[in-house]
């Protein structure tokens, strides 16, 4: 049987990945400083351990019979954009810690396949109107924040580390994940959550506020279709940095509006001043596309199924 460990299991993105694996038939053990807040783990084994200490790393990537095949590294003290501007100095020092301790350690463990979630983020800000960058153009770097500085960061130790080792290493460059069991509520949510959480409180006929001017071009990406492209891209044979999102690009105004139609309520928005990021995103997908991944859930489908679940968690919230 094959064994897998995933870091940073008690989060969003994590749960979903041990769920997956373990649909597969994978031995998995889960690893978080925290559990999961919203589904009980169905890991294995899951070990409550703060990554950014080496030697709990070492206690996570040990063992009986030899090193893990895979080893999936999602562990990030991370947010929305609400956190990571905040946030620099934490996002910075607890991150390349994990990041420096979590990938000498698989490479010194003989760990076969190494994973790493990277983001979109370290690109430079873009127009609205510009055509598909790819992975090649994120160098010379212009990162808008402190967050996707230290993705590219780890993304070179992972790069240096699989050519010192005999360890496959695989990189994805995430674009927004959205969907069920992820933060919805406390300052970390992302936009997905946060709209559907704030028209789900709402009254209908009531007025919501947004950050920005609702013009910000982003890909919004379900969950599922993100942990089949982090599994199918872990199995590959593609080295460096690859983006891993859909090809439906949408505006904020686009993603309130989808939210809205998923609530059946009349809300007006009311656009205010807040932390936006950048103005547009436009990546090229032709590599992860050559693995034949494509997403399956489309945006409307996705804030479907999201609404529903964050709406039940703000009604058992209210109760
Ligand atoms: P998440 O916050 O839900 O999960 C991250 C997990 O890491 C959390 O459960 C957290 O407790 C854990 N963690 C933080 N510090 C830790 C430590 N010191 N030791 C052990 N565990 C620790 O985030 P997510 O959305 O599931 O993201 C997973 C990964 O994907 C992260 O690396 C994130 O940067 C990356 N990513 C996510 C998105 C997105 O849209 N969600 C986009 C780009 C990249």
Redesign the pocket.
Known sequence: MKRALV?????????HLVQKLKREGYWVRG????P?EFAPTQADEFLL????ELE?CRRALTVPGGAFDEVY???????GMGFISVAECEVLH??A??NIHMTHTAAETGVARYFF?????IYRDMQPDEPPVTEDDAIPANPDNE?GWE?LYAERVAMAYGRRYPMQVRIA??????GPE??WTGG?E?APAALCRKIAEADDGGTIEVWGDGTAIRVF?YVEDLVDGIVALMRSDLDGPVNLGSEERATVADLVQTVIEASGKRMTVKYVPGPVGVHARNFSKARIASLGWKPRVSLREGIARTYLWIEAQVMAAQS
């Open positions: 870091c940073g299991a008690g989060g969003f993105i994590g749960g690893v978080d400083i925290t999961h351990q703060d990554l950014r709990n590294q999602l562990a990030a003290d991370m947010g607890n991150n810690l994990i979630s990277s983001s979109v983020c967050y993705k460059r995430f674009e927004n994940c959205y992820g933060t970390r992302k990406t």
